[in-house]
């Protein structure tokens, strides 16, 4: 088994077990967090998608400016994966707490339905 | 019926996967052209020894720019959607006592352990912060990065010591003030270019020294815009989640 299908695996498993977690949740808080944890399955992906073999981190401090380094882009991507998550992650909490305001519950079940 | 649209949901999921990760690259060997035109221009173009950072605030300003703006405008949401609350429960807040620990237990007080440990941290947590935000350029770090480790320091002060030590370090209207301010600095920044008849957001700042602070140009400039953004973007969002205990802790005090 090569190690990159272990690194694509990686990546389908935590993809996995956020979802499972999300879809079986009984809990807002913690249905946030899964939803967390499926898109951090998205930073392995894309690490694993620009890896090169023998590439070192496309960072020249100090080291000969012509070594051969992974793809910054998909790591630039990255970053801005890791800041949306974070900005939907508080957008969430924040909803699940105007839901326990309104419903003094956080269980996604016992949840009241939507009035128009 | 439910688990019949369960199976066949995971079915279809299962399927996709599996077509999905058939259709990557190898592994170590991703057929991209732009990470390496960049990896071996970056350094000498920009002086930026980070190519992250060169792609991020340089090649792929712009795209950052709206990546700075999803901060800010999920940063508002959340403040609208909590401060809407806090009016609606202005009546009941007096006698519920619900603070951020359960109803009817005494708030322990901090304990000395945690004040030493969190007065100690706040010193290394800005210096750190503002290393990571101003040497971005050369090694791995940046605004997003730093911001959010400054933004850490409230939290210890907010832990460690008095509410009235946290409201003084971070007051409401300077942390949104120089929010917003860094944010528009971005499009200013950008908007530079433009007036000297460039592309926008094109490097207008001079390129200064690989490896040195300060250097590569705009990407300095951008990330320590970006820094203060993102750090007053989340003290802002502490601020409005532990309103409320913060302000019954604040009563408390001044009683």
């Known amino acids: ?116 | 019926m439910r688990t019949f649209l369960i199976t066949a949901g995971a079915a279809g999921l299962a399927a996709l996967l599996v077509w999905g990760l058939s259709g990557l690259p190898p592994f170590g060997s991703y057929p991209g052209p732009y990470g390496e035109v960049l990896n071996s221009f970056a350094v000498g173009e920009r002086k930026a020894t980070d190519v992250v950072s060169a792609v991020n605030f340089d090649y792929r300003a712009f795209d950052t720019m709206g990546e700075e703006f999803i901060l800010f405008i999920s940063v508002a949401g959340a403040a609208l959607l909590l401060r809407k609350v806090e009016e609606e429960e202005h009546d009941s807040q007096e006698e519920s006592e619900s603070e951020d620990r359960q109803p009817g237990r005494a708030a322990p007080p901090t304990s000395d352990a945690i004040r030493a440990f969190g007065v100690a941290l706040v010193g290394l947590t800005v210096l750190f912060g503002l290393y990571m935000i101003s040497h971005g350029q050369t090694t791995p770090g940046g605004g997003f990065q730093g911001g959010v480790i400054l933004a850490t320091a409230p939290l210890s002060v907010y832990l460690a010591a008095e509410a009235r030590t946290f409201q003084r370090i971070a007051p409401h209207d300077l942390v949104e003030w120089s929010e917003s301010i860094a944010a528009a600095a971005y499009v200013v920044l950008g908007l530079a270019a433009v007036v000297g008849g460039a592309e926008f957001l094109r490097n207008v700042t001079p390129l200064g020294e690989e490896e040195k602070m300060g250097s590569s140009g705009n990407i300095f400039w951008l990330n320590l815009g970006v820094g203060v953004e993102v750090a007053g973007g989340f003290v802002l969002l502490l601020s409005v989640f532990i309103r409320e205990a913060l302000e019954r802790r604040l009563r408390r005090e001044s009683k």
């Not at chain 1, 695996?9 to 935590?14: I, S």
């Not at chain 1, 913690?30 to 890896?51: P, W």
């Not at chain 1, 998550?85 to 956080?106: P, R, S, W």
């Open chain 1, 1 to 116: 088994m090569s190690p990159g299908f272990l690194a694509y695996a990686v990546a389908a498993f935590v993809f996995l077990c956020g979802l499972w977690g999300a879809a079986t949740s009984r809990h807002l808080v913690h249905m946030v967090i899964c939803v967390g944890v499926l898109q951090t399955s998205t930073y392995v992906l894309l690490l694993a998608i620009g890896q090169k073999a023998g590439g070192v981190a496309p960072v020249y401090y100090g080291v000969p400016h012509d070594l051969t380094a992974v793809d910054p882009v998909v790591q630039a991507l990255m970053l801005t994966d890791v800041v949306v998550e974070a900005t939907v992650v508080a957008l969430l909490l924040a909803l699940a707490v105007q839901a326990h305001k309104h419903a003094g519950t956080l269980d996604p079940d016992a949840l009241p339905r939507l009035k128009g």
